[in-house]
């Protein structure tokens, strides 16, 4: 060790020592007491803050290494005698070294241990904490005026602590917890900071806030104003400016990003959003917060990769209420058909899973929409516009005018919550649409070609998709032109039949009978949809129907005539009464047994002979075993007058020379 290292650590110990002689000096010619430490205390934090500082515990006071004084079970008890807003476990004031040895107390710093603040907000937006921030605004006032600061301290830590903020008005009531917060007391520069971590509904986060000028904030005047949070939930970042008075303003830049905007929703609202979608989330905003509503203009909102631009707005006071106007580019809707599935995953049976209304309670908004083009699973639209709406419980889907299966949509959805579910009703027109993929991605439907009008208006209730088709009312027409009927060649078959009525090709249920016209008016009474008028006009084929089509089961009972048409002026040459029985997606069609034995030449004749009931029947029960068929297919009951079609051709039925047939 050289010579001048050990003559200064010599001169550091000298200096130390005499340094703590002096103390010492001073502690003994001015003896320093415990009481008047604390009341020394309690009269700074009372004069920082305007509340009334009561001590319920005992008052301790020690030296070194710091002066320190520490009030143990603290309140402050507002200037009417409230309820204390603030109750600490413990109030620590560190004391400055020069004034206390001619006597004085000084606070340079305080510390809250395990305090909990309690922030009540009425019905004129002012809280329990205003007459704190008057209090400050006329100290720095007066500190101002006198050319110094009045108030002593710089900083205040808080420890561990709790944040409860009421706002009966609103129905607010949330809880700040293991809040580890350093404030930047404005003592000896005109600005006000605070930073630490603080956990909100079980998410811990980082927060920092400044106000550039806090003495200009509180006597209403604009004063720069900056916050930081970052956490799992949500990072948000906003530089602007504020003002206290009459009411709080702030305007700036907002910018926002999560990596999950339904779990940034759920964390908030403190309920699961239901349905899919609501990914990765970011926005910027030019941003206005006056009287309990944010204003954001100048919006670019990016969700799930589709990327808006336009206003929003977001009250605050009173109920909820979210307002505004987007357009969109290019808007795919594929995570989101979750939330809207009509079918079941199997796409043969309706959705039973229950529907979720529960956050039609929290909210109400009105946004309009515009988009250049929409994309989902099974479809994609053009240029769309549509305001989506939820007010009262009630949530409507209005679509002015939508491009889509090379048509034109428009109409109009809503529903309800109701105690047993959902009350819905619907109006929507479809304008020169493709038929066979609209009713495929609406319905399931794939039997229809062509381009045609839809018109739909139906109401019902229930608590699932498979609840509401059990309870619909309503109508539906469909008018097409120059289209097909797909899965079935009914031309060729009946040319068959013409020809043998008593026998036929292998398989029928195949290829496509072309229309010129087809017309289609149901009336849908509690999921039953009844055929008023089904008119099939072609160049070769006329086909008429009635009967019924379950819409929860999703299958059809109809009767109806299949006729070949000959040469316009001559009448048809071939009619044949039919069934159709089965699901939509893979319907049976059956003709009438009798009309087909009766165009047979032998077998008319034996059909006739028979007058006795169930001699007939025997007759057209041998028939139908000399065909080889059997019992009809489950899912079509059997009938007096029916017989399955395709059927196997039988080598037995070739009839003889004469017409007669073969014993």
Same mark, same amino acid.
């Given at each position: 060790?050289? &010579? ?12 130390? *020592? ?76 560190? =004391? ?34 205003? %007459? ?78 400044? +106000? ?19 956490? $799992? ?34 964390? =908030?609202?403190?309920?699961? +959003? ?72 199997? &796409?043969? @049976? ?29 479809? @994609? ?32 959805? &809503? =529903? ?34 062509? $381009? ?92 008429? *129907? ?16 299949? +006729? ?80 399955? =079609? ?10 003889? %020379? ?6």
């Amino acid at each position: 060790m050289s &010579a001048s290292t050990g003559f200064k650590r010599l001169g550091i110990a000298v200096a130390a *020592l005499a340094s703590g002689g002096l103390i010492g000096l001073a502690i003994v010619s001015n003896p320093i007491s415990t009481e008047t430490a604390g009341n020394a205390v309690m009269a700074e934090v009372k004069s920082a803050t305007g509340f009334e500082p009561t001590v319920r515990g005992p008052v301790s006071l020690s030296i070194f290494p710091a002066p320190q004084v520490t009030l143990a079970d603290v309140a402050l008890a507002g200037p009417d005698g409230d309820d204390a807003p603030l109750t600490a476990e413990r109030l620590v004031a560190y =004391i400055r070294w020069l004034p206390l040895l001619v006597g004085r107390y000084e606070v340079a710093d305080l510390a809250l241990e395990r305090p909990r603040i309690a922030i009540s907000i009425d019905g004129d937006g002012r809280t329990n904490w205003s %007459p704190l921030v008057d209090r400050l605004a006329r100290a720095i006032r007066a500190g101002a005026d006198a050319g110094g600061q009045s108030l002593s301290f710089s900083e205040i830590r808080i420890a561990d602590g709790t944040v409860v903020v009421e706002d009966g008005t609103r129905g607010l009531d949330e809880t700040l917890e293991h809040v580890e917060l350093s404030l930047a007391w404005p003592s000896i520069t005109k600005s006000f900071a605070a930073t630490g971590q603080l956990a909100w509904r079980n998410a811990p986060l980082d927060v920092a806030l400044a +106000i550039g000028d806090f003495s200009a904030a509180l006597a209403g005047d604009t004063s720069g104003f900056k916050l930081r949070i970052a956490g $799992k939930p949500v990072n948000l970042a906003f530089d602007g400016a504020m003002s206290y008075r009459p009411s709080v303003k702030i305007d700036g830049t907002l910018a926002a990003d999560s990596d999950s905007l339904r779990s940034t929703m759920g964390w =908030i609202s403190g309920k699961q +959003i239901p349905g899919g979608g609501l990914g990765r989330f970011a926005l910027k905003a030019s941003t206005s917060l006056v009287g309990g509503t944010i204003g954001l203009s100048n919006l670019n909102i990016e969700l799930d990769g589709n990327v808006a631009e336009g206003v929003l707005s977001y009250a605050m006071s009173g109920r909820r209420m979210l307002q505004g106007t987007l357009a969109v580019d290019g808007l795919d809707l594929t995570p989101y058909a979750s939330a809207v599935r009509l079918l079941a995953a199997d &796409a043969r @049976e309706w959705n039973q899973k229950p529907l979720a209304l529960d956050w039609f309670d929290d909210i109400d908004f009105d946004l309009r929409v515009s988009a250049a083009r929409v994309v989902s699973e099974q479809t @994609e639209l053009g240029r769309a516009a549509a305001a989506v709406t939820l007010r009262d419980g009630r949530f409507v889907v209005t679509v002015g005018k939508a491009q889509g299966f090379n048509g034109v949509i428009n109409g109009s959805l &809503a =529903i309800s919550k109701t105690d047993g579910g959902a009350d819905m009703r619907s109006q929507v027109q479809f304008t020169d649409v493709d038929l066979d993929t609209s009713l495929a991605d609406l319905f399931g439907i794939r039997r229809l070609e062509g $381009k045609g009008n839809l018109s739909l208006a139906f109401d019902g209730q229930g608590d699932s998709v498979l609840a509401l088709t059990r309870t619909l009312n309503g109508s539906a027409k469909l008018i097409a032109t120059d289209g097909a009927l797909t899965g079935f060649n009914v031309e060729q078959l009946l040319r068959r039949l013409e020809r043998r009525p008593l026998a036929g090709s292998t398989d029928f249920r195949s290829g496509r009978t072309p229309f010129k016209t087809l017309d289609i008016a149901l009336k849908i009474t509690k999921g039953t949809a009844r055929v008023e008028e089904v008119r099939f006009e072609g160049t070769k084929v006329r086909l008429a *129907l009635n009967g019924t089509a379950s819409i929860p089961t999703r299958d059809l009972d109809l009767t109806g005539t299949a +006729i070949l048409l000959a040469a316009s002026d001559t009448p048809p040459t071939f009619e044949l009464p039919f069934f159709v029985q089965g699901s939509w997606d893979d319907p049976v069609m059956l003709p009438d047994t009798q009309a087909l034995i009766r165009h047979s030449g032998a077998a008319a004749p034996l059909l006739d002979a028979v007058t006795d009931h169930r001699a007939r029947n025997a007759v057209r029960s041998a028939v139908d075993r000399l065909l080889g068929q059997g019992a009809l297919p489950a899912q079509a009951p059997r009938r007096d007058v029916q017989m399955p =079609i395709p059927f196997e051709p039988s080598p037995q039925l070739d009839l003889l %020379p004469g017409g007669e047939p073969p014993r």
